[in-house]
């Protein structure tokens, strides 16, 4: 993918499985929500692997073991071994032990996707910042994490000990709607100390050298739902992405992205592996696709009919256009309403 300003999604003549040798797949909000799959997700994987696609599990919710991560795909019916899943927590892992002695002590606060992590990498995890750690590791606890847990960083870090965060997603998808992530634990001890921690999780380099580093990949395609972690990430990175509705991100969200979270490809859910991308096509002063035209006056314009992803498409080339290198400042309401979107 080129750093050059994007200013539409990109075609593809193949299906994206064929395309692309690896999926870097996020999990919350693209293959699961609270715990379930998300529609069409377990037959779209599957068809992807059956055609050869490697698929990877790449997640910035450092809570679980890659093993329980493995098990909850297995059973939900995507087949998957640990070795097939990245966490944050592997890559703040690893980041900890390029700074601190082997055998270092750790504070750990948060889950067991933590602990797990870091005696991969010969660190000895403890619970206390009586118990002379040496960093401060922070990730995603879940909603029963004690408050005393952010005390106990903020005493360490208040002795100088350096902190660590895997990741600073500020809210993740669940069955019920969007609930703080670990980004909002994390300013907690943030306003409480006034430190600032090293980040290993997406957007970030330390998770996006963690990934090729684990899953060998040549051309791999970063599959997500978020515009700041996933595709920024995947901007970072210097490769293709595919961003899917099924999670956080809106088509207001998208077509006000400023370009470092502007995605390759966009589809509705997972089936998009499936498929080739249709070309967005410079139509007068607009863009089209499918049945759609797209302009930006004294605001977004649409008309047309069809696919109401083809419009998606075809707003998002007027807006980025229009938009150049910042964002986009037109109102998108009247356009995206025609969509359902």
């Not at 790449?58 to 059973?75: C, I, K």
């Amino acid at each position: 993918m080129s750093q050059s300003v994007r200013t539409k999604p990109e075609a593809s003549g193949q299906a994206l499985s064929e395309a692309y040798d690896t999926a870097l797949l996020d999990l919350d909000g693209v293959v699961y929500a609270g715990g379930n799959a998300i529609a069409h997700a377990v037959e779209s994987l599957a068809a992807a692997r059956a055609g050869g696609m490697h698929l990877a599990y790449v997640t910035n919710n450092a809570l679980r073991t890659p093993d329980a991560v493995a098990g909850h795909l297995t059973e939900l019916g995507i087949p998957a071994g640990a070795d097939d899943v990245i966490t944050s927590a592997q890559a703040v892992a690893r980041l900890i032990s390029e700074q601190v002695p082997s055998g270092a002590r750790v504070l750990v606060i948060g889950g067991d996707g933590l602990r797990v992590a870091l005696r991969e990498r010969g660190l000895q995890p403890v619970e206390s910042a009586d118990d002379d750690p040496v960093a401060v590791v922070q990730g995603y606890g879940g909603p029963e994490l004690p408050w005393g847990r952010f005390a106990e960083a903020c005493y360490a870090i208040a002795r100088g000990v350096p902190w660590y965060a895997s990741n600073t997603d500020l809210t993740i998808p669940g069955a019920r709607g969007i609930a703080p992530g670990n980004g909002a634990a994390v300013e907690v001890v943030r306003i409480a100390t006034g430190a600032e921690p090293q980040v290993a999780g997406k957007p970030l380099p330390p998770m996006h050298r963690e990934t090729i580093l684990r899953t060998g990949a040549e051309r791999p395609l970063v599959v997500g739902d978020r515009l700041d972690t996933d595709i920024e990430g995947a901007f970072n990175g210097e490769v293709d992405s595919l961003l899917v509705l099924t999670g956080v991100t809106d088509g207001a969200r998208l077509l006000a992205a400023p370009p470092r979270h502007r995605p390759t490809y966009v589809d509705a859910d997972l089936r998009g592996l499936l498929t080739g991308q249709p070309e967005v096509t410079q139509a007068g002063d607009g863009f089209r696709c499918g049945g759609w035209t797209a302009t930006a006056g004294t605001e977004l314009e649409l008309d047309g009919d069809g696919e109401a992803l083809d419009g998606l498409r075809a707003l998002c080339a007027a807006a980025w256009t229009a938009a150049g290198d910042g964002v986009c400042p037109l109102d998108p309401g009247k356009a995206l309403a025609r969509l359902g979107l």
